[in-house]
């Protein structure tokens, strides 16, 4: 059997104000075709298919158009809702749908939902755990001590029975780290507050594959078959460059397990950084009419700044999203750097920095998870 | 084959500022109590599923529940989006469901949709047209005279070819009347520009049965075969009274063609107007403990004015959606009255009345339809 593993597709996201929809489209076609040569049996959707919970109408026209394409395939889908999606919204006719073989997680009810899927070589479970926070997970387990996202994920794992017999898979959406240490993040993600929704890999182990979503760098986490799929475009700067290239893991299952192989994505358009003299970047030479297209953030070093930088440095690259200088006055410009670095930081770091300043001293280790808790409420209610 | 024909759900609509969401779901399963009762094949619901292009997310939960359970009963389901539905949203996966007996129209595209439903003693077509405005037909019929709704509607119902062997029944949403007679209103719908969206009744001459939606009184227009189901529930006052029932019409086909019976519906709570001397109505022996939970619009007729009225009348009827006094000081405030009146009155009746006004002469014919085509470019954009 054969499974395709998507994450954060975040239909119906812009990017610094440039709609994503014809790059998803050409993405998601993309995905069509691996699915077409490689032929696959289904398709796992690990959360955030939408950017947010009411999308814009030409977002849900596009992934109707996806999953009506996936269906011709006779694909057989997959989906959790991740924190960008409603969870009502997306499961709306899951009833109907899952007759089809399109099977939708619906906003946590206590249990994991499970689909059996078999072959003659394998038999497959797969689990679906749509977004969860502490909080849902306490209202149908009064008595378990839930006191951060590691334990409210360990508490419905362990309140699953798993059949050692079949070959077990879970879809989940939270920020997985293993023995704390940090995956790669991405500016594209939510921000978090400080490490408490953090989820330990541990939880995972009765799984033969865990199908996450939630980080846009594809990763695995600890072991090869703890894994991120990765957004399928780059939707930030931080995730420029060359090297980081998109990619959807295939799993390969038969009597020997699960095997996993990464499929590269050639998105239409890249998401670029370059630097340099404004002339520098404009002369043909330079740019060898290569990726003209792209979405690229340019950023200038002129010491002199030309008249309408945007405007000519568009002429050429028509998709830039943003223009920075940096030269000797920028340099000085310090208050405009630390607004930047203000709005990337959480709302715990910030709170620490302030209480620091004010008091001199750093907070206790029972303030900072006093002040984490207080700040995940907030967070929950809003 | 029989099938049941319902419209104006509204689902998700508050009226007065009091959710519907808990008579709507009771009415529906009044609902699939007569589907159970009349063993009915099918389900046609014209249009205005939901109150909003952007339903609440107890809304999308509602109708899911509703889906499932036609669903669950083998219904064959036809769905119409109206002028309230976003026809992107609500035709979400039609081409997955469709696979499952849920037909749902997609936004116009130049043709009805026809499904094909037999059974030993009869062949149906059912043809989709979804709210249409001139506009929307226009742009698939360059060639074509469309001056107003009548052009539109009819346009399309001739570019379809339909197989008189078998038994044709349209699905539609606009406000249709009869020869220029106007049909039963009521002030849940939104107020229409002049007469230019009205669709002549004759347009619908080729089919058997047509399925109305808009309109929320249940009413035939013209012949017995073309008819509003009205909305499930009343949603304004002006619908209240005992003799303003609500029902649902039921189509029994076979060999002798479409026949049709209503069946009627009783919610949990009544919409209702009383009026007399507030001790009057707080009376047990005038109440007698019947129909306390209805929603009500209540008309004080005291001449001293009582302290805290709503909270008084709510003591013994909670679910008073408003109060108003008829008595001599009510009667002088006329500017109140006047605006009351004003926000009743379409744009175009409200330009008519300024011209008037202005001019001391009435609009001649030809500056009555320029006006009436710019505000209707005007809805149509907004």
Chains 1, 2 share one sequence.
Not at 278 to 305: A, K, P, R
């Amino acid at each position: 059997m054969k499974l395709l593993h998507l994450a954060d597709l975040h239909i119906g996201k812009k990017v610094n104000g440039f709609s994503m929809i014809e790059d998803q489209q050409e993405i998601l076609r993309q995905v069509c075709n691996i699915i077409d040569e490689k032929k696959t049996d289904g398709v796992l959707i690990a959360g955030d298919v939408y950017d947010k919970a009411i999308p814009p109408a030409e977002g849900v026209a596009l992934f109707d158009w996806f999953l009506t394409e996936l269906s011709k395939r006779k694909q057989k889908i997959f989906i959790v809702s991740g924190n960008h999606d409603s969870s009502e919204r997306i499961s709306f006719a899951s009833g109907i749908m899952k007759e089809e073989g399109v099977y939708i997680s619906k906003p946590f009810h206590g249990e994991l939902e499970r689909i059996v899927v078999e072959d003659p070589e394998s038999k497959v479970h797969i689990y679906l755990l749509p977004f969860i926070r502490p909080a849902h997970v306490k209202a149908y387990f009064p008595e378990a001590e839930i006191e951060d996202y590691t334990d409210a994920v360990d508490t419905v794992i362990k309140n699953t029975s798993l059949d050692p017999q079949a070959v077990n898979i879970l879809m989940a959406h939270q920020f997985v780290v293993n023995r704390g240490q940090l995956p790669m993040q991405s500016d594209s993600e939510s921000i978090s507050v400080g490490s408490l929704d953090h989820v330990e890999a541990s939880c995972f182990a009765p799984f033969d594959y865990v199908a996450l979503g939630h980080l846009h760098h594809p990763q695995k986490v600890g072991r090869k078959s703890i894994r991120y799929a990765g957004s399928p475009l780059k939707y930030s700067f931080s995730e420029a460059g060359k090297g980081k290239k998109k990619s959807v893991p295939l799993l390969t299952i038969d009597e020997n397990g699960v095997d996993c192989e990464t499929i590269s994505l050639d998105p239409i358009r890249d998401l670029r950084i370059i630097r340099g003299p404004i002339d520098h970047l404009l002369s043909e030479e330079v740019h060898q009419n290569e990726g003209l297209d792209d979405y690229m953030l340019v950023v200038l070093t002129d010491e002199d700044e030309p008249v309408d930088p945007l405007g000519k440095i568009r002429s050429v690259y028509p998709n830039t999203m943003k223009i920075e200088f940096d030269n000797k006055r920028s340099k000085q410009n310090q208050s405009e750097k630390t607004a930047k670095e203000v709005a990337k930081k959480s709302s715990y770091e910030l709170f620490e920095e302030f209480y620091f300043a004010m008091n001199n001293v750093a907070m206790s280790e029972e303030e900072k998870s006093f002040v984490q808790k207080i700040l995940e409420e907030v967070e929950e209610k809003a």
